[in-house]
């Protein structure tokens, strides 16, 4: 499955996410390896996001890291449940897409009623809209996860 990559404008971030996150790019990307478009697309977004939040202050409508996104196809009606993780809990078998993958990095820091267009391997390509965030950890008081 591939997402096509197209800039999303990010109303904001936590603060926790975009630290950890950078750190992770930063690293992963050093030295001679050149960042890919998906790492390149949650860069950018973590730098342009308009508002940097504590994570007890996320919008429960955000998808952060470690978040469960219901997803829906308008086209289809088609639902699809996914897990924003971090690379190493990555498991396409488990819908657990780490933030690296283009699926994942076209769904973190959108919010209930945004879309991204996301090709599934079984499905023509679709723009998935987000329609519920069921988990998400700061909604839980889990702010360090």
């Known amino acids: 499955m591939e997402a096509m990559l197209s800039p999303t404008a990010v109303t904001c ?7 950890r996150l950078e750190s992770l790019i930063e690293r992963s990307f050093s030295g001679e390896h ?3 478009a998906a790492a390149s697309m949650v860069l950018r ?3 342009t ?3 940097v ?3 007890d202050d996320v919008p429960r409508d955000l998808v952060t890291m470690n978040s469960t996104v219901s997803l829906v196809d308008p086209a289809s009606g ?3 449940e996914v897990t924003l993780a971090y690379p190493e809990d990555h498991d ?3 819908n657990s897409w780490s933030v690296l993958s283009p699926i994942g990095a076209a769904l973190f820091g959108l919010r209930v009623g945004d879309s991204a267009p996301v090709q599934r391997d079984d499905l023509p ?4 809209m987000v329609a519920a965030v069921p988990f998400q950890p700061e909604a839980r008081g889990w702010l360090t996860m």
């Open 53 to 55: 939040v504590q994570p």
């Open 92 to 94: 396409p078998e488990e």
């Open 49 to 51: 996001a308009a508002t």
């Open 34 to 36: 050149a960042l890919n």
């Open 13 to 19: 971030v936590s603060a926790l996410d975009k630290s």
């Open 78 to 80: 088609e639902r699809w």
């Open 125 to 128: 390509q679709a723009r998935w």
């Open 45 to 47: 977004r973590l730098r």
